[in-house]
């Protein structure tokens, strides 16, 4: 009868090193793997996985070597020792990174062999690991505006003051350049830290982000919104208060985890269009205080809602928003933008709509009753956490 071999892990981004993994393990026996739960890697990595705990269960099952593999039902580092005790393994295999005297403990008091194995790819493959496969793609978030949109530039903010609100978003999807998601600031920010943002105040970053790519050499004239620099640098939901000037007087952030929850349960975005060339969004604009002071009290609303957990508020004061924006620039609604309102408003569940920064193309940002109505092909929306 043919040993159990046991091994635990996350396996978010699965890769062929842990197949490799697997593979080597299952030559001492009928390989079992333990999952690391969504909620442990959230508690313990401080960040969301990419693929749900099913998601993870389901491909690691699908690998020939596994025998069958459990969603760990502990917590920390130590996860997996419920799971062990109910395979009752008779071999514990880890990499040399993954060992520890608490696991070597763990298996002598069950009387189960520790076994080391060093990370050593498949002949003709390139050593891989999670951590380094997060280095090679750039980390760097990006940001969706919820309300408030304009006001951060002075020659709205002029005529009355008031918040934008944004939230900082997981790379979680391939952001496409003129799509209103804060690209051509995130590819400032990657000329400087290209795979990920530094451990450091975020307030702090983010001004310096907003001064790196407003240089006073620019030669174009046109000063990017602080929105941007602070909804990519600042994690969380987080609001901005403009009166006349370029950077905000007062910065206010949210990281609840129930708040930051239920706007991902609540918001997806639609691939359009990237932004035309030669597209000019200010051409046309009408800016006036009556304006402008809708603008800035559909923001109040919006973020007071949002803390509420008030979704018919939220998506009212979503939509007011975005109203206030096109009033004032009205080419924000390029050709072809309409029609995809008109296609998603009227689908069921979706109660609001937004096009992400200056508008002109690019994606649409919905409010759904939740992920039940998010529409075929939307992308589901994962907010940066502090620490991530």
Known sequence: MAKKVFVSGCYDLLHSGHVEFFR???EYGDLYVGIGSDATILDYKHHKTVYSEQERLF?????????????????????????????????LVVNSDGGNDDKR????????EYVVLERVPQK??????????????????????????????????????GWAITISLEPTFEIQDRCGL???????????????????????????????ENDPERSDGIISGAQDSIGICIPGLCRHYYDNRFWPEKIETCYDEAVLSWLEQ??????MFPRRPGCSVVEGKDITKPKVEALAAAADRCWNAILARDLDAFAAAYKASFEAQIAMFPAMIQPGVQEYIDKYSAM????????????????????????DAFPEGAIPLIIRRPGM
């Not at 390139?126 to 969706?144: F, G, N, V, Y």
């Not at 109660?351 to 992920?371: N, T």
Request: glycine letters at 8%; proline letters at 8%.
């Open 24 to 26: 080597q393990a299952a």
């Open 124 to 161: 003709g493959l390139k050593a891989r690991s999670s951590t380094d496969l997060k280095k090679t793609e750039s980390q760097i978030p990006t940001r969706l505006d919820l309300a408030g949109t304009w006001i951060d530039q002075p020659y709205v903010s002029q005529y009355a003051p």
């Open 59 to 91: 491909m690691v099952k699908s690998i020939k070597y596994v025998k069958d593999a459990y969603i760990n039902a502990g917590s920390g580092v130590m996860d997996f020792v419920p799971t062990l005790d109910i395979v009752k393994p008779d071999i």
């Open 182 to 212: 804060s690209t051509s600031t995130r590819n400032m920010v990657k000329k400087i830290w290209p795979y990920q943002l530094p451990n450091m105040d975020p307030e702090i970053l983010a001004k310096l982000v907003f001064c790196f």
């Open 266 to 271: 609540h918001l997806c975005m639609i691939p």
């Open 105 to 112: 403990r763990v298996c002598e008091e069950r009387g189960i």
């Open 348 to 371: 069921p569940g979706v109660l609001a709509w937004k096009m992400p920064g200056a508008g002109g193309g690019g994606y649409l940002a919905l409010v759904c009753s939740g992920p």
